[in-house]
């Protein structure tokens, strides 16, 4: 199957193609979902087959590459269209084309009775066929090529009910604001390519990576190398500064939020800094920053995380404050951890928000969890569901979510040091707790929409809107189960050595080539016990218990804690729910100016005024002096005469008194 | 050298056709059209043939064709091409009947005369890329002006006359420099050569030769005169009032073909008859480049005309590939090269699908508009496909040229800084702005304007055989530049040997 991977690009592309050309002729709901999901699914099983036969080859012959055409051949620059297969492609392909079609499966009822249904098909199938790209380009600039158009997919599913209004603006501006965003952070990934190109003379990644660990180079060029490549990663992957985009990306239709902004694209800068590893071990400095910018984001997206009232941007800042883990970890040389991590968050992650999806389904669109409440006995597969996931990312024993965040935890302990692992628990604890904020005030105590209706029907009669919530058809219920038991054995491939034995750890073993280069760079040699690895564990699992109980006891138990408690550090809380006025300051300080700037100084002034003030000026000013000098032409002939005996005269003079 | 006639047959078929044309009833509009545009249609299928026959392994120009025309001054017709100048006939001729079928509906008046007009300006627009000698170059050069002198100013729009006069002088200006400078060059060459010539073969032998101060002095005759065109900051003001009284068939050729005669210019004759100099003042020009990259994008932002900020757009894309002539590397000029394709079939079509909905509701205003995604979807989508490869999003045109005019001009020796490049590719960000955020007020939200909804109607089928040949190629360049890229590699790689020799001295 490995030399026909080029399929699972081009059935997507295929579904793109019926579903984009036809699809408005089709009408059939059913066939244009099975068209976009079938296109998907296979393209799945194809990446299983290349998955098992790579498996099935000795560990030095598992990468693989697979060449379709030549796409750019100028001076030294030789790009093909070629495809690479090899451990960490394949661990992406498989949760993009996994995840994504159990996704496109769920949107078959979820989209129902939509007008844009074959449009919205015919974009996912677009997204996962420049996914692939992304994730399977054996060079980077193919890679560029899945990540502008994942860019492109991004800003189309978010703008899908163009419409509509989102928040303070309208859908189609948060589309708009997603995408450039990411064009600045891909500012910085063009840089990264230039230099690496100019450099070592390619962007092939065998042939750079073998280079950088042999060419003679500064460590400032890897280091300015790194730091582009990861200006890139910070738009894409959502991190200080540029995550902005991302809680505004929620306009967008909620499987949407599950594909493209939670499991898949939004880790692209995750794969992107690991494929690029061992250009980031030979710059440690740089190493640093990243770990650092993944910290903090970490951080500070799951404090705005805490207040939010809107379901899916709870879950949105979550995604930031998750993504930061996966930095984190790269950041401290554990590149594998950081994967494993992209992967149970593939599926805990989706989970979430396909099961935010179901309730708001059944609220009738309703996202404030402020009037949900009690929806566990309406819709039981939804919930348990849920709770499976919330369990999963708050690292619950047992867990994916505990195997895979443990990981980072212990990494960024052994590799990094004590106020890196401090702030990724106490991360974790605040996780813990906005995830049961979230299930409490979803799923348990009162029923609040009731109120809500009563108010409503009362007001306006309009019972039309009342809600009746209900289990979500089984087109919706099964991918959430099976996206469910993922998230609860997934972790078990993951399984530390400390408890798996002599084996070892198995997806580590499975990525190890990858990385071996890097980490054989970076040369971590702490010497750490299992005792002390057994404490860290058990501190962070108290601390997500802690985080669970605090959050179901206040918000389920004692639901007016949470009130005396916002009214009580009411600046902290204004400053957390308004998300620090970070996009008020980006605002004021970028946007307006640069606008403004454009208008009054450089269009109306420099352009306007400046400019075609001269050249008008000019033109007007040869009028002037023509008009002056055509009043010279008077027609009247003595005047001729005296003009030339003045001339005459001058002449003589000039020539007697010159001799 | 066998003498072949292709490329006379493919000039003269449509100042041939122009002139039958002359002999038609104006009272029957409908014959004059057609034959308008069958005309324009065989020139193209000739400029096949020579496409055919073009032998991209030789780096010399081909197709020669030679007739000693005014003996005392020893001026020859002479004509011939190489890739480049091939590659942007091929442009040309793909897009004068495109042109002519767009507008079928849009021009009313004077059919005949606009028909003429259109013709005559295609042969120009030819012999200008295919002339091998500068006194026959400076004659269409010239000739050109007047076809798009009248299509401006009598088809335009209310300010025509103001525009079309600012054209002009404009133009002219900088025009009679260049005469100027070509005749001294010629004057100068009979030193060496022993005789008066204009031949373009002959005086790149001899233009390395003179003497360093008067050759910049040429060097910016020549420069000017096709700054003004392409248009370089601070000379592009005429732009954008031309485009927007011009009427769409003449944006169409103007941003499409015209604007590239600049940019040819500079690669044909101020690199390898100036090469010191156009080595020595490439930073500068590149400086002013890239101001015109920035500048453009931000103006053409917060233009409330659709057609406006096109026109700045222009300048924007226009930056990038004199940036890539001067970075004189093979990756950055093999980009500019490409980069005059691009723009020429994105901003084209952009200009054409303006034009479409200006024909039905005689605004062009952005904030006229809102919310036609729900009432014309397909043109939406012709125009989101087409913004996108303005933008330059890989796997469209756009991208191929600007990524390989960053890659080259960032290894560039010639400009041997990095801040080149950081800086003209911030453009790639504003770009999406400007584009995204037209493409927002007047594609997205809810209908705003009820009148909309009775004026507007989706893309008719001749519009979308318009369309469509110049959506195959943005797709076909993204995926598959090599079919072009191909074709000019050895014309690039003998440009640039011309002052190769010229930048080794600098970075030593």
């Known amino acids: 199957m490995i030399n026909f991977i080029y399929l699972t690009i081009l059935l997507p592309l295929i579904g793109f193609l019926i579903n984009g050309l036809f699809g408005s002729k089709i009408k059939n709901e059913k066939v244009i979902g099975i068209i976009g999901s079938a296109a998907v699914g296979l393209a799945f099983l194809v990446s299983l087959g290349a998955f098992f036969q790579t498996l099935g080859l000795p560990v030095e012959q598992r990468s693989n590459t697979v060449e379709l055409f030549t796409w750019l051949n100028v001076a030294g620059l030789n790009i093909k269209f070629g495809y690479l297969v090899d451990q960490l492609s394949l661990v992406m392909s498989l949760i993009v084309t996994g995840v994504g079609f159990l996704i496109h499966v769920y949107s078959i009822g979820y989209m129902h009775g939509d007008k844009g249904y074959w449009r919205f098909f015919s974009y996912l199938n677009l997204f996962i066929f420049t996914m692939m790209n992304l994730v399977l380009g054996d060079n980077f600039l193919v890679l560029f090529l899945g990540w502008e158009g994942v860019g492109l997919c991004s800003y189309l599913l978010i703008g899908f009910w163009y419409d509509k209004r989102f928040e303070k603006g309208t859908v189609a501006q948060a589309a708009k604001k997603a995408f450039i965003v990411n064009r600045i952070g891909d500012f910085g990934f063009l840089l990264g390519m230039f230099l690496i190109y100019s450099t070592f003379d390619s962007l092939n990644f065998s042939e750079v990576f073998s280079k950088v660990q042999h060419f003679p180079v500064s460590e400032t060029t890897f280091s300015l190398i790194a730091i582009f490549l990861f200006i890139g990663a910070t738009g894409k992957s959502a991190q200080i500064p540029l995550y902005v985009w991302l809680p505004d990306a929620m306009a967008g239709p909620t499987p949407v939020s599950a594909l493209i902004h939670a499991a898949t694209m939004v880790t692209a800068g995750v794969y992107m800094v690991s494929r690029a590893s061992i250009i980031f071990a030979s710059a440690p400095a740089v190493m640093t920053i990243v770990a650092i910018i993944g910290l903090l984001t970490a951080l500070f997206a799951a404090t705005m995380g805490l207040v939010q009232n809107d379901i899916k941007k709870v879950l949105a800042y979550s995604t930031i404050s998750q993504l930061g883990y996966m930095f984190l970890a790269a950041g401290v040389g554990a590149f594998s951890a950081s994967i494993f991590h992209v992967m149970t ?196 699992v108290a601390v997500a218990l802690a985080g669970i109980y605090a959050a179901y006891y206040i918000y389920t138990k004692k639901p007016d804690i949470a009130g005396t408690m916002a009214k009580k550090f009411k600046g902290i809380y204004t400053l957390l729910f308004n998300k620090y006025y970070v996009d008020e300051f980006y605002e004021a300080a970028v946007v307006q100016p640069i606008q403004k700037g454009a208008e009054k100084i450089l269009w109306k002034f420099t352009d306007t005024f400046i400019i075609d003030g001269i050249v008008n000026g000019a033109a007007k000013l040869i009028d002037k002096i023509s008009g002056t000098i055509r009043k010279m032409q008077t027609g009247v002939a003595q005047f001729y005469a005296v003009i030339m005996m003045v001339g005459i005269a001058a002449v003589l003079l000039w020539l007697i008194l010159g001799i | 050298m066998e003498q072949n006639h292709l490329l006379t047959y493919l000039l003269l078929t449509p100042i041939a056709g122009s002139l039958l044309i002359l002999f038609l009833k104006e009272e029957n509009p409908k014959l004059i059209r057609w034959l308008g545009f069958l005309i324009s249609i065989a020139a193209f299928i000739i400029s096949l043939f020579v496409y055919f026959g073009f032998d991209a392994s030789a780096a010399d120009f081909q197709f020669q064709d030679k007739i000693l025309w005014i003996k005392s001054l020893n001026v020859s017709y002479f004509v011939g091409v190489d890739g480049i100048s091939l590659l942007l006939i091929l442009l040309t001729t793909f897009l004068t009947p495109l042109t002519l079928l767009s507008s079928w509906k849009a021009i009313e008046k004077k059919v005949k005369m606009f028909t003429f007009m259109m013709l005559f300006l295609e042969t120009g627009m030819i012999g200008v890329f295919m002339s091998l000698d500068m006194f026959l170059f400076y004659i269409f050069w010239e000739a050109m002006l007047i076809p798009m002198y009248f299509i401006i100013g009598i088809w335009g729009g209310e300010q025509r006359i103001y525009a079309s006069v600012k054209f002009f002088i404009y133009t002219m200006f900088g025009s009679l420099l260049m005469l100027v400078a070509i005749i001294w060059l010629a004057v100068y060459a009979s030193g060496p050569l022993g005789s008066f010539t204009t031949n373009l073969l002959d005086l790149y032998k001899v233009g390395p030769s003179v003497p360093r101060e008067i050759q910049s002095w040429m060097f910016f005759a020549f420069l000017l005169s096709f700054a003004i065109k392409v248009p370089i900051f601070p000379l592009h003001t005429w732009l954008p009032d031309a485009h927007v009284q011009a009427p769409t068939a003449g944006s169409v050729i103007l941003a499409g073909v015209l604007l590239k005669m600049g940019t040819y210019g500079i690669l044909r004759f101020c690199l390898p008859l100036f090469p010191q100099s156009a080595v020595y003042y490439a930073p500068f020009i590149s400086m002013l480049a890239i101001v015109g990259i920035i500048y453009g994008a931000l103006v053409a932002m917060v233009q409330p005309d659709m057609k406006k900020l096109v026109a700045y757009s222009s300048v924007a894309h226009l930056g990038f590939v004199v940036l890539g002539i001067f970075a004189m590397t093979e990756e950055a000029v093999q980009g500019a090269v490409i980069q005059m394709i691009n723009h020429g079939l994105s901003t084209g079509a952009l200009f054409l699908l303006v034009g479409v909905i200006y024909e039905r509701t005689h605004s062009r205003e952005i904030a006229y508009y809102g919310g036609i995604a729900k009432l014309i979807p397909v043109y939406c989508a012709v125009l989101m496909i087409t913004s996108l490869s303005s933008i330059g999003l890989p796997g469209l045109n756009g991208f191929i040229g600007e990524f390989l005019i960053l890659l080259g001009s960032f290894k560039s020796s010639v400009l ?89 001295s600098l970075v030593k």
């Open chain 2, 416 to 504: 041997n800084s990095w801040w080149f490049t950081v800086f003209a590719a911030s453009g790639v960000i504003f770009a999406a702005v400007y584009l995204l955020w037209m493409y927002q007020r007047v594609v997205f939200g809810t209908v705003k304007n009820p009148e909309l909804q009775n004026k507007l109607t989706d893309m008719t089928a001749r519009e979308l055989i318009v369309i469509v040949p110049i959506l195959i190629f943005i797709v076909w360049i993204g995926i598959y530049p090599s079919t072009f890229l191909d074709m000019t590699r050895l014309s690039t790689e003998k440009i640039l040997r011309s002052v190769g020799s010229f930048t080794l």
């Open chain 1, 345 to 540: 968050h593939a599926f805990f992650k989706a989970l979430l928000f396909l099961g935010a999806g179901s309730v708001i389904h059944a609220m009738h669109e309703q996202q404030d969890i402020q009037n949900y409440g009690g929806l566990k006995k309406y819709m039981p597969v939804t919930y348990l569901t849920f709770l499976t996931a919330a369990l999963a990312i708050s690292g619950f024993p047992g867990f994916s979510g505990f195997f895979s965040k443990d990981e980072i935890l212990w990494y960024a302990f052994s590799n990094g040091n004590f106020i890196f692992w401090f702030i990724g628990v106490f991360t974790a604890l605040l996780t813990a707790f906005y995830m049961f904020r979230l299930v409490s005030l979803t799923f348990y105590g009162e029923e609040r929409f009731k109120h809500t209706q009563q108010h409503a029907s009362e007001g306006r009669g309009e019972f039309e809107n009342v809600p009746h919530p209900h289990e979500s058809p089984k087109v919706m219920t099964v991918p959430l189960i099976i996206l469910g038991i993922l998230s609860v054995i997934g972790g078990f491939i993951g399984i530390p050595a400390l408890f798996s034995g002599e084996g070892g750890n198995n997806f580590e073993s499975w990525l190890e080539p990858i990385f071996k280069p890097a980490e054989e760079k970076l040369a971590y040699t702490g010497m750490y016990t299992h005792a002390q690895e057994i404490l860290l564990m058990t501190i962070s």
